[in-house]
Nanobody
Framework: QVQLVESGGGLVQAGASLRLSCTAS????????MGWFRQAPEKEREFVAG?????????AFADAVKGRFTISRDNAKNTVYLQMNNLKPEDAAVYYC????????????????WGQGTQVTVSS
C-alpha cells in the first residue's frame, strides 16, 4: 500500500510559478512510475506529466504544459515534484499525484495509487 500526500497548491496570478510536491509512504517509492494529473470542474481528469521509475530517466508531458512544467523525483526523500512556470488561467484545477507499478505512466487507468489532490487557482 502506498499513500501519497500532495502539497504546494494555492492561488497565484497568471505568469507566476508554483511547485507541487508529493511525498509517498513506504520503502518502495523508487520502484513506481510517478505522475501528475489534473481535473478542472466538469472536465475529465487529464494527464499532466510523468516520470519513470527508479532514475527518472524518462519524462513525458501533456502538450498543454510542455516547455512550462517540469517533473522530477528524489527517491531518497520519497518525493516527486511538479515545477509549474508561466501559469495560465487554464491551468487551474485540482492536481493529483499518481503512482503506478510500471516503468512509466500517462493514463488514468494505469494508476495504482492516487493522492487526495491539491487545488491550483490562477487568476488572470
Amino acid at each position: 500500500q502506498v499513500q501519497l500526500v500532495e502539497s504546494g497548491g494555492g492561488l497565484v496570478q497568471a505568469g507566476a510559478s508554483l511547485r507541487l510536491s508529493c511525498t509517498a509512504s513506504g520503502r518502495t517509492f523508487g520502484s513506481y512510475a510517478m505522475g501528475w494529473f489534473r481535473q478542472a470542474p466538469e472536465k475529465e481528469r487529464e494527464f499532466v506529466a510523468g516520470i519513470s521509475r527508479r532514475s527518472g530517466a524518462s519524462t513525458a508531458f501533456a502538450d498543454a504544459v510542455k516547455g512550462r512544467f517540469t517533473i522530477s523525483r528524489d527517491n531518497a526523500k520519497n518525493t516527486v515534484y511538479l515545477q509549474m512556470n508561466n501559469l495560465k488561467p487554464e491551468d487551474a484545477a485540482v492536481y493529483y499525484c499518481a503512482a503506478a507499478d510500471k516503468y512509466t505512466l500517462s493514463k488514468p487507468y494505469e494508476v495504482d495509487y492516487w493522492g487526495q489532490g491539491t487545488q491550483v487557482t490562477v487568476s488572470s
